[in-house]
């Protein structure tokens, strides 16, 4: 084989597909699309968000795996991390005989020059990509073009000698990839923004100088090497990770943007301040739909996605502002009418809720994050709609 690096598909997309419908379809979500994204059961109404689940990257990335699987049958087939953030999609794939590489510093040893690496939707950082290349090994680049967008914006600032100021969290895997653009550029910086507060202390000290060393040590783990926030907020460029919450995204750019005029003047702003929206279009029209949703006034809502995908935990973030908001892992979560394990918005810890759906609860608001298959929110409606059931037939029985 003479090529090793690959990011186009395989062309297996027609003999992948019934394996991918088996795998993640659901006849309910197919069944509420065609009836205006709502389901009356068990004395329920669902609601469904208009858009939700897989989004375009996730897709690609997750064919781009079971087609690697099948054009690559006799070789090993690593992941350079979580393909996506969701439990369920990563392993079924574990199940094809993908095997994930562990997070540190050794994690590429175990590849060799014969093995085939797939690099998740929302990339690695550059200096992985570099060993990779060096090991000689197959690589299946499934980086979703959305992130590259951010990439290009970020190398652009570094080129001009602007510092990339990105919205995201720092330990994120996709925000390490795009941080770690700055490299290709020497003395090219930047510095990570994680909400509003961070903006807020970060505007401040752009309008009235400050504390250096305060400054750094506050931003130690979100910051480039050498950084010097006396010469390295002089002009800068904002970027985002794709998933944050697109109002905030906004609102931190005009309060840096504002912190730029106030110290340089609005004259200047067109050569110190540069910003693009890089929050993905996937990611808004899912934010826009729990927008939309919050007007059918559910007396609940459930969010469905990993714990450790941004993106959801935004998605629960929105919702649980106009409503009861459970963000469960997978469907599974779901324990009984009386028992739901989930994780309330802004916590890290996953807690077990009683009474989670009382009699009163007719209307139940559902979404999935952009890395949650549908079958888990068809399997999330069915259970519910089983343990009303059972409810509503205790209650009748007088046993419950
Ligand atoms: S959330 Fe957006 S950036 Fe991330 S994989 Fe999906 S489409 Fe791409």
Redesign the pocket.
Known sequence: MDRTYFQKGFGLRSEIRPQLLENYRSQIVDLMRANGFRLEAGGLTFLLAMEFGF????ERAVAYAYETVMKFPDRRIFLAGEIIHNRHVNDRLQRLGIRFLAKGENRYDAVGQDDVVLIP??GIPVSHMELLMKKGCIIVDTT?G??INVWKNVERYACAGVTSIIHGKFEHEETKATFSRTTLVPDAHYLIIRNKEEAVYLCGYITNGGDTSEFISRFQRAISKGFDPEKHLERIGLANQ??MLSSESLEIAELVRVAMAQRYGVEELSTRFYSFDTI?S??QDRQDAVRELEKEKPDLMIVIGGYNSS?TNNLSKMASRFTPTYHIEQATSILSADAIRHKPAGCTEEIVTREWLPCQVKRIGITGG?STPNNQIGESIERIVNFRDRMNYATLLGVD
């Open positions: 989004c375009y990257g996730v939707a929302f979703c959305s992130v794709t998933t993905c996937a990611t993106n952009a």
